[in-house]
């Protein structure tokens, strides 16, 4: 949770290689972190003041049964949350493998914006 700084908004991923690839493109601009698994049900207590204190939080898991649900309980822990999908692939790494560094880091300044 090194990434997540203060006042940036929070773009949460179901994988560790999705937050790295989003801290990789996200030009400073977004804080990132990863829940590690669609799977993994209960976010320690000691993160919860980090999530609620992001000005919008954007949750982005793989598109499969698990990350859709994982995406919507996640989306209840702030008014501030938006579930958001990428375009192509099952995950943001996925996404980035096959449209490049461009085209995903646009995707992302606009998902960003549009939020905002």
Known sequence: MKLIEPGLSLFLT????????????????????????????????RWYSKLLAAPRLLICMDTDEAGEGAAAELATLSQAARCVQVPLGKDMNEFYLRVGQRFAGEWLKQVAELVS
Do not use: P, R
């Open 14 to 45: 179901e994988g560790e290689f999705d937050a790295l690839t989003v801290w990789q493109i996200g030009w400073g601009k977004l804080s990132v972190a990863s829940t590690g698994s669609a799977s993994n049900q209960h976010i320690n207590l």
